[in-house]
């Protein structure tokens, strides 16, 4: 689809899928409930899980929400990319984007497509992940064909995402902010900025498994998931040593090397990366668990990641709740 077009069905309430640095969005005007409506009916979105609001810059952001010095310095530091802000709204949002919440979630994407759409348009755009809800978040456009079929709106393919997850959702309607879903930008760059702590509800699912009580709707410990059972371990050493790995099943592992070999057992391997880099192996999370499904095995295992960098913890926060059983 052409640009021009895909500003115009915009204009319209019309819904289109666009790039994005983080995941392919299904992006509607954050102004027409009509639009809205059929973005939550085709992704199969419950009404109680809000919608980010997609803006070219800070400016923007105070014409939608009651912005604040936090706000400020880190879309100073941050923005354009993945760095979302939930703020107090104004009444030019209307409750269909946030599931009747008086706050809104806000964000300034870098990726030169989406932002020519924005420039075109003059909106704000809500644009969710497109993906069937709870499913895995596409980071190419054959993601969202395969996941949508006939139903597919009409799309920008902008190749593979270049970040590969979500952004990161930062709470700041209190004077203490507050990590709510772990992304790109991690705790320790968020900290350094603003110059104090800020709390962090994603790393405590993470260690214990999903159990924590959530607090922002949408958040659940299942979400992310292929079709294939995720087996996740807590390490590699325990991933290799487990007897649940059967012939035919397949192995993530973080790169090629060193190479593994399962006698007299037929396991496929597949890799985050050639390199082990952290960045080179959140690009492909999604993409790797999408080829995963696709092999139409019985089970994939994985290992989380030992704790330490940032930018992994929000990897193993995406793997904990791909999982169908932990060990
Ligand atoms: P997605 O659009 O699928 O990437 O998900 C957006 C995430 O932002 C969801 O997990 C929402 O729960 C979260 N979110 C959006 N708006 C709000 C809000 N007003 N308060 C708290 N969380 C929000
Ligand atoms: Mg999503």
Same mark, same amino acid.
């Given at each position: 689809?052409?640009?021009?077009?895909?500003?115009?069905?915009?204009?319209?309430?019309?819904?289109?899928?666009?790039?994005?640095?983080?995941?392919?969005?299904?992006?509607?005007?954050?102004?027409?409930?009509?639009?809205?409506?059929?973005?939550?009916?085709?992704?199969?979105?419950?009404?109680?899980?809000?919608?980010?609001?997609?803006?070219?810059?800070?400016?923007?952001?105070?014409?939608?929400?009651?912005?604040?010095?936090?706000?400020?310095?880190?879309?100073? %530091? $941050?923005?354009?990319?993945?760095?979302? /802000? =939930?703020?107090?709204?104004?009444?030019? #949002?209307?409750? @269909?984007? +946030?599931?009747?919440?008086?706050?809104?979630?806000?964000?300034?994407?870098?990726?030169?497509?989406?932002?020519?759409?924005?420039?075109?348009?003059?909106?704000?755009?809500?644009?969710?992940?497109?993906?069937?809800?709870?499913?895995?978040?596409?980071?190419?456009?054959?993601?969202?064909?395969? %996941? $949508?079929?006939?139903?597919?709106?009409? /799309? =920008?393919?902008?190749?593979?995402?270049? #970040?590969?997850? @979500?952004? +990161?959702?930062?709470?700041?309607?209190?004077?203490?902010?507050?990590?709510?879903?772990?992304?790109?930008?991690?705790?320790?760059?968020?900290?350094?900025?603003?110059?104090?702590?800020?709390?962090?509800?994603?790393?405590?699912?993470?260690?214990?498994?999903?159990?924590?009580?959530?607090?922002?709707?949408?958040?659940?410990?299942?979400?992310?998931?292929?079709?294939?059972?995720?087996?996740?371990?807590?390490?590699?050493?325990?991933?290799?040593?487990?007897?649940?790995?059967?012939?035919?099943?397949?192995?993530?592992?973080?790169?090629?090397?060193?190479?593994?070999?399962?006698?007299?057992?037929?396991?496929?391997?597949?890799?985050?990366?050639?390199?082990?880099?952290?960045?080179?192996?959140?690009?492909?999370?999604?993409?790797?668990?999408?080829?995963?499904?696709?092999?139409?095995?019985?089970?994939?295992?994985?290992?989380?990641?030992?704790?330490?960098?940032?930018?992994?913890?929000?990897?193993?926060?995406?793997?904990?709740?791909?999982?169908?059983?932990?060990?």
């Amino acid at each position: 689809m052409a640009l021009v077009d895909c500003a115009n069905a915009l204009l319209n309430d019309g819904i289109c899928i666009l790039p994005t640095e983080t995941v392919y969005g299904l992006a509607c005007s954050a102004f027409s409930a009509k639009a809205i409506r059929k973005v939550y009916q085709l992704k199969g979105r419950p009404s109680t899980n809000p919608l980010i609001v997609h803006v070219l810059d800070h400016s923007f952001a105070e014409e939608i929400s009651v912005t604040n010095e936090y706000s400020r310095k880190l879309a100073k %530091a $941050f923005w354009p990319g993945p760095l979302t /802000f =939930i703020l107090p709204k104004k009444k030019s #949002i209307p409750d @269909e984007i +946030t599931a009747g919440l008086n706050s809104v979630a806000i964000r300034s994407p870098s990726h030169p497509t989406f932002r020519k759409v924005l420039d075109q348009v003059q909106l704000p755009l809500a644009a969710p992940s497109a993906n069937p809800s709870n499913k895995l978040s596409p980071t190419k456009f054959e993601n969202v064909v395969a %996941a $949508f079929g006939k139903d597919c709106p009409p /799309f =920008i393919d902008g190749g593979q995402c270049d #970040i590969g997850i @979500e952004s +990161t959702v930062l709470n700041l309607t209190s004077t203490s902010p507050s990590i709510l879903r772990l992304g790109p930008i991690t705790k320790d760059a968020i900290e350094k900025v603003l110059g104090i702590q800020v709390g962090c509800e994603r790393i405590i699912l993470e260690q214990t498994g999903g159990t924590k009580a959530r607090q922002s709707p949408g958040q659940g410990p299942k979400h992310y998931s292929p079709n294939t059972p995720l087996f996740l371990y807590s390490t590699m050493e325990q991933m290799l040593r487990s007897n649940a790995i059967n012939e035919g099943d397949i192995l993530i592992l973080p790169c090629a090397k060193p190479p593994l070999f399962f006698p007299a057992k037929k396991i496929h391997q597949l890799y985050l990366s050639s390199t082990g880099h952290p960045k080179e192996i959140t690009k492909n999370l999604f993409k790797i668990l999408h080829d995963a499904d696709k092999l139409k095995k019985k089970r994939i295992h994985v290992a989380l990641f030992p704790l330490g960098d940032g930018l992994l913890s929000a990897v193993n926060d995406r793997l904990s709740r791909a999982a169908t059983e932990r060990f």
